[in-house]
């Protein structure tokens, strides 16, 4: 794969991925990536950009509100509009401590960070006096636990919910659901489990529930003395789901909840394909599902789905971002907590299947279903 810029071929590498950083004049610049197959073939795409000529600190990496692991790749350029002698250094400034400097107008830098929030900084001063900086808040993952093939675990409960009001039920008039574990499946040999809703309710839905952390934990994570659930702000949801008709799939909802100290916190998430064809999250105070403005492509067949999920301070949930199918979506939509019972205590792990119009019976799978927490 290769770039050019204005019909001049400047950078290529092997492989069929290509991830570089160019310097490139200011103004409009005419750029293409270009593809040369194996076979003689090759296609390109142009790319059209505006290259600002105002003084600026560009960074790539690591991407503000991220989560990462340390050490962190700072990667950053800066350029200048008002001193004629360039840029003279570039910096990374950690909790107010300069961490690293490097002489010149690119940043490249290896940098130990601790666990938890981070608060970051890059800078740059130029050779006439001046400078500037442009803050990076981060993440750092510390000791992450991961709780794997969930779908395979025992303690999975469900309950119904019919329109208008949704109201727990179980039975309920209208729908029925099964769940099996260790079923074959479509194009995997993995035994996975099956999920199956049927009924005569318009619009019903059902919800499948796992207490993974606190209490009824199924995972031997009963938090009694209260000192794991207080201590974890970050949580990646990640599964593979088998779509088997999308065109009955009114939604499916992938879900992480937190409660402890009368605090609900619900990570609520759906692909909404019969609905307004979006990813949606749930605002816990008001309880309606606000689209995030991202399409969601599901595909008949095994699709692959990962949620950056995390509790900020004053436990305000951070929706950070969608991967599906291997494309990423960074939503960064914050909303208050809710309030709960004090007796409610704990984390769980959700799935649920909306019904469309008909409710018509459909069936999905879910395999690899893993919770990381830290």
């Given at each position: 794969m290769g770039v050019y810029v204005d019909g001049k071929l400047v950078y290529?590498?092997?492989g069929d991925k290509l991830n570089t950083t160019l310097s490139l004049g200011s103004g409009k610049q005419n750029t293409v990536v270009q593809e040369w197959d194996y076979c003689g073939g090759s296609t390109y795409t142009p790319v059209t950009v505006t290259v600002s000529s105002k003084s600026g600190i560009f960074v790539t990496s690591p991407a503000n509100?991220?989560?990462?692991s340390s050490p962190a790749n700072y990667v950053a350029t800066a350029t200048t509009a008002t001193c004629s002698k360039g840029i003279g250094s570039m910096g990374v400034y950690v909790n107010n401590k300069l961490i690293t400097v490097q002489d010149g107008a690119g940043l490249n830098a290896q940098v130990s960070l601790g666990t938890g929030a981070q608060n970051t900084v890059v800078q740059e001063w130029d050779r006439c006096g001046g400078s500037s900086y442009v803050p990076v808040k981060v993440t750092v993952k510390g000791s992450e636990r991961v709780l794997s093939n969930l779908e395979k675990s025992g303690g999975w409960d469900g309950w119904g919910q019919l329109p208008?009001?949704?109201k727990d039920c179980a039975p309920c008039s209208g729908i029925a659901w099964t769940m099996w574990q260790g079923v074959s499946a479509p194009s995997t040999s993995d035994k996975v489990t099956q999920f199956n809703t049927h009924g005569t309710k318009p619009y019903a839905v059902v919800l499948w529930y796992n207490p993974v952390i606190g209490t009824y934990s199924t995972q031997g994570l009963p938090d009694d003395n209260h000192t794991l659930v207080p201590s974890l702000h970050n949580f990646?949801?990640?599964t593979e789901f088998y779509v088997t008709n999308k065109a009955i799939t009114q939604a499916l909802e992938f879900d992480v909840s937190m409660y402890m100290d009368g605090i609900g916190m619900f990570w609520g998430t759906q692909c909404s394909p019969l609905g307004d064809g979006?990813?949606?999250v749930l605002d816990n105070v008001t309880q309606k599902w606000a689209s995030t403005g991202v399409a969601c492509k599901l595909v008949n067949g095994w699709n692959h789905l990962t949620l950056q999920l995390q509790r900020e301070s004053g436990n305000t949930l951070l929706y950070k971002s969608i991967t599906?199918?291997?494309?990423?979506a960074n939503i960064n939509k914050t909303y208050a907590p809710f309030k709960v019972s004090p007796d409610w205590y704990g984390i769980t792990v959700n799935y649920q299947m909306d019904g469309d119009s008909k409710q018509a019976a459909n069936t999905t799978y879910l395999n690899n279903l893993s919770l990381t927490y830290w």
């Amino acid at each position: 794969m290769g770039v050019y810029v204005d019909g001049k071929l400047v950078y290529t590498v092997d492989g069929d991925k290509l991830n570089t950083t160019l310097s490139l004049g200011s103004g409009k610049q005419n750029t293409v990536v270009q593809e040369w197959d194996y076979c003689g073939g090759s296609t390109y795409t142009p790319v059209t950009v505006t290259v600002s000529s105002k003084s600026g600190i560009f960074v790539t990496s690591p991407a503000n509100n991220s989560t990462i692991s340390s050490p962190a790749n700072y990667v950053a350029t800066a350029t200048t509009a008002t001193c004629s002698k360039g840029i003279g250094s570039m910096g990374v400034y950690v909790n107010n401590k300069l961490i690293t400097v490097q002489d010149g107008a690119g940043l490249n830098a290896q940098v130990s960070l601790g666990t938890g929030a981070q608060n970051t900084v890059v800078q740059e001063w130029d050779r006439c006096g001046g400078s500037s900086y442009v803050p990076v808040k981060v993440t750092v993952k510390g000791s992450e636990r991961v709780l794997s093939n969930l779908e395979k675990s025992g303690g999975w409960d469900g309950w119904g919910q019919l329109p208008p009001d949704y109201k727990d039920c179980a039975p309920c008039s209208g729908i029925a659901w099964t769940m099996w574990q260790g079923v074959s499946a479509p194009s995997t040999s993995d035994k996975v489990t099956q999920f199956n809703t049927h009924g005569t309710k318009p619009y019903a839905v059902v919800l499948w529930y796992n207490p993974v952390i606190g209490t009824y934990s199924t995972q031997g994570l009963p938090d009694d003395n209260h000192t794991l659930v207080p201590s974890l702000h970050n949580f990646t949801y990640d599964t593979e789901f088998y779509v088997t008709n999308k065109a009955i799939t009114q939604a499916l909802e992938f879900d992480v909840s937190m409660y402890m100290d009368g605090i609900g916190m619900f990570w609520g998430t759906q692909c909404s394909p019969l609905g307004d064809g979006d990813w949606d999250v749930l605002d816990n105070v008001t309880q309606k599902w606000a689209s995030t403005g991202v399409a969601c492509k599901l595909v008949n067949g095994w699709n692959h789905l990962t949620l950056q999920l995390q509790r900020e301070s004053g436990n305000t949930l951070l929706y950070k971002s969608i991967t599906l199918n291997g494309a990423t979506a960074n939503i960064n939509k914050t909303y208050a907590p809710f309030k709960v019972s004090p007796d409610w205590y704990g984390i769980t792990v959700n799935y649920q299947m909306d019904g469309d119009s008909k409710q018509a019976a459909n069936t999905t799978y879910l395999n690899n279903l893993s919770l990381t927490y830290w």
